[in-house]
């Protein structure tokens, strides 16, 4: 049941992000719900082989390289599918910020207790 809301809120805040940020578009809730799980596959899979690789930069960077690997994986969800669209780095770069602040919100009104 967590999971299910967490997938859902996390489709309301892509869906926020989108109809916030100038050049994303999402065609709805349910695109909105898809490419946010796409985009979690994504960070879970390839961005975390790129996280392994670029270890030693990241620490240099200080979380930089974390942060422009999951820009990317917003643009590699956004090549996949048809119902979500940005315009480019700089959109998928304010999407990832805004959603995660949108998220954190979203979780401390509807997310409960922590354990």
């Known amino acids: 049941m967590k999971l299910i809301i967490e997938i859902l809120l996390m489709g309301l805040a892509m869906l926020i992000g989108a ?3 100038p050049g994303v578009s999402v065609d709805g809730y349910l695109s909105a719900i898809i ?9 879970a899979t390839i961005g975390l082989i790129l996280r392994i690789f670029t270890f030693p930069l990241n620490i240099l960077t200080l979380g930089l390289i974390s942060f422009i ?6 643009l590699l969800v956004d090549n996949l599918m048809t119902g979500f669209n ?5 959109a998928a770069a304010i999407l990832a910020i805004a959603v995660s602040v949108i998220k954190m919100i979203l979780d401390s009104i509807f997310g409960g207790e922590k354990k």
Not at 69 to 74: A, R
Not at 86 to 90: C, M, R, S, V
């Open 19 to 21: 109809y916030i940020i």
């Open 35 to 43: 490419a946010a799980v796409l985009i979690a596959l994504a960070n």
């Open 86 to 90: 940005t315009t480019g780095f700089l």
């Open 69 to 74: 690997i999951t820009v990317l994986m917003i």
